[in-house]
């Protein structure tokens, strides 16, 4: 796992395992096809007589011109169990399948995330698996945490997965890890990954998930060359295509026994008569003149035997003659006969055949069967974005100017007498603060642009420097081309920043967010010389008075989708904006109620 390179071939040996050599068995029995090597010299197997499914045990990788396999390896004793379903029942399903194969299981262990990607992977023979390494949270004696890392995924290497973590500690894009060892040795991984005291370790664990090759993703490609077709092949097919080569395995090797089987009955017989008149056998043989060859055409033209059966008798030594080795004779050619009958039976019967199948799989998993290595657990395996950033309560203040930023809470803290306070941020001399308030890093903060653009945003520090909170002292806060942020109280309008309230029962963009948009009676208020379509009823002309925007109550549900350009509430003439906050409005409700609002950043009915 370290990425070690082998020694010179020079210096090593080698060996097959038992498995290995079960993958060669009967072999030299006319089991599979043999085709010339690259010179034409001599014979290589097409493919090899296995035992068990290796493609499914041991997987495969590789490329081609236009296609490419990647096959995980599997339990041994699980995929067994599979054939075997198969072999009992040819209609069974895929769900059926996946009770005896669970998923894949590797020889690093690890934690796959989901089952959805295997199905996918076994049901179309494609597909995408999530796959984790073990790591577990430990709490030392001085209250401090370690991450204990004791597995990691498939085919990663372990000195670059922690040169990596390494590298992303020093960039800072992982936070609240102070030191990492490689404690590995015989008895097994271990990489210790020391947390901060301020830190959370759950929070840096889905930090290495989210930004390491601790979880990695394994795509699966289940192509094979059937009878030199490459074709992407489901799990079922696959196991179907492996039966039906052991069932024609068998066969080929039933018909090589029974051939070998009749040839040395025939040579039995043939001996079994010669010890019958054997005085007339050894008078013919020494009254010929000639060598062997005259011998051998002389017994078979005045005896009857064929050549093979001539050839034995004329090698036949002459200690055979003695009763207990014709006796021997007598007993070898039963034995062979019973054989002879029961390969014809096996070559006559179909289920015959697949029982010998079965029963051979089922020995192979006596002998080298394991338990499953790798865990399967029940989740997706997405790392949501908020379990990447420690929950943290923050305030936010907006300028004059357009200017935003985001500071902990806990910076502000009380001073004892004779305190001098702090600075909150470094602004323009003729800016002041506009807007301030108290928010977690997991709310949502609500803008509306003086285009009439409402953009929502999480409080959270930005993980890259495209998101809207900037870090430094003072940043300008734009939304692109989709309008600026300014200050309510300006005169020529402007925007108003919300912090997102609480849901009241029955309200709120959509059942899975936390936060909705103030809203009454489905609208948003705007000033009256800034509505360009008169959808509302007058509540005034003159004064402070505005008019009321009736924006239809769906018009709030697309503020849950996250789009980055925001959602167009209200269309604005150029430089004009939502009310001011401090400024009434008269609402009508959808029921014809009157209503007069002060607009503050609680949204509030007189």
């Known amino acids: 796992v370290d990425g070690d390179p082998p020694a010179a071939y020079r210096y090593t040996e080698a060996r097959m395992s038992r498995m290995a050599v079960e993958m060669l068995t009967d072999i030299d029995k006319d089991t ?24 499914l045990v041991n997987g495969s990788q590789g490329i081609a011109v236009g296609m490419a396999t990647n096959i995980p390896p599997h339990n041994l004793s699980e995929v067994i169990d599979g054939c075997v ?28 995330m989901g089952r959805s990607g295997i199905r996918a992977a076994y049901a179309t023979g494609r597909g995408k698996i999530t796959l984790r390494g073990r790591a577990t949270i430990e709490e030392k004696k001085n209250g401090r945490a370690q991450i204990i890392v004791t597995e990691i995924p498939y085919m990663v290497n372990k000195a670059r997965l922690i040169e990596n973590i390494a590298d992303l500690v020093k960039e800072k894009r ?88 009749r040839e040395r009955a025939h040579i039995l017989e043939g001996l079994k008569k010669a010890t019958d008149i054997v005085d007339e056998l050894i008078a013919t043989i020494r009254a010929c003149k000639g060598g062997m060859s005259e011998a051998k055409a002389a017994i078979m033209e005045q005896f009857g035997f064929d050549d093979p059966q001539a050839d034995a008798i004329v090698k036949l030594q002459l200690g055979r003659l003695a009763g207990l080795e014709i006796l021997k004779i007598e007993e070898e050619l039963g034995s062979l006969n019973a054989k002879i009958r ?45 379990d990447l ?21 806990a910076t502000y803290q009380a001073q004892k007498r004779g305190g001098r306070g702090i600075s909150g941020m470094t602004r323009k001399e003729e800016d002041i603060v506009q807007e301030m308030f108290v928010g977690s890093t997991h709310d949502y903060v609500l803008f509306v642009t003086d285009k009439g653009r409402l953009c929502r945003q999480k409080g959270r520090p930005a993980v890259h420097a495209a998101g809207l909170f900037c870090q430094t002292a003072e940043g300008a806060l734009r939304m692109g081309g989709h309008g600026r942020l300014r200050p309510a109280n300006q005169r020529r309008g402007g925007g108003v920043l919300f912090p997102a309230a609480p849901a009241p029962a029955g309200a709120g963009l959509s059942s899975s967010m936390e936060h909705h948009v103030p809203r009454l009676a489905g609208g ?29 109550a769906r018009a709030v549900e697309p503020f849950a989708d996250g789009r980055a350009v925001g959602v167009v509430v209200v269309l604005l003439r150029q430089g004009r904006g939502p009310c001011p906050q401090g400024q009434a409005v008269h609402v009508v409700g959808v029921g014809g109620e009157l209503y007069r609002l002060q607009i503050s950043n609680q949204v509030s009915i007189a």
Not at 45 to 51: E, K
Not at 526 to 552: M, Y
């Open 342 to 386: 029961d390969w014809e039976e096996i070559l006559a019967d179909d289920a015959r055949v697949l029982e010998i199948v079965k029963s051979e799989l089922l020995e192979m998993k006596r002998r080298f069967g394991d338990d499953r290595r790798t865990e399967i657990e029940t989740v997706t395996g997405e790392v949501d974005i908020e």
């Open 389 to 409: 950033i420690a929950e943290e309560q923050c305030v936010y203040t907006l300028t004059e100017a357009g200017y935003i930023k985001r500071q902990l809470k």
């Open 32 to 55: 599979i096809d043999w085709d010339p090597n690259f010179d034409e010299t001599k014979k290589e197997p097409s493919v090899l007589p296995c035992r068990f499914p290796n493609l």
């Open 174 to 261: 992982i936070e609240g890890i102070s030191d990492l060892n490689d404690e590995t040795n015989r008895k097994g991984m271990r990489i210790v990954i020391d947390v901060r005291k301020d830190a959370n370790p759950q929070v840096v664990l889905n930090q290495l998930y989210q930004y390491t090759q601790l979880q990695d993703t394994v795509g699966v490609i289940m192509l094979a060359i059937d009878h030199k077709v490459p074709k992407v092949m489901t799990l079922k097919q696959m196991i179907q295509k492996y039966v039906e080569f052991q069932d024609e395995v068998v066969r080929r090797r039933t018909q090589y026994d029974l051939k070998k089987a």
């Open 85 to 112: 379903a198969y072999i009992e029942d040819p209609d069974i399903d895929l769900p059926g399948l996946m009770e005896h194969i669970k998923g894949p299981d590797f020889p690093t262990a690890g934690i796959i």
């Open 524 to 552: 948003f208020a705007a000033p009256q010389t800034a509505v360009q379509n008169d959808s509302g009823p007058q509540a005034g002309a003159q004064g402070d008075h505005r008019k009321v925007f009736q924006a239809p």
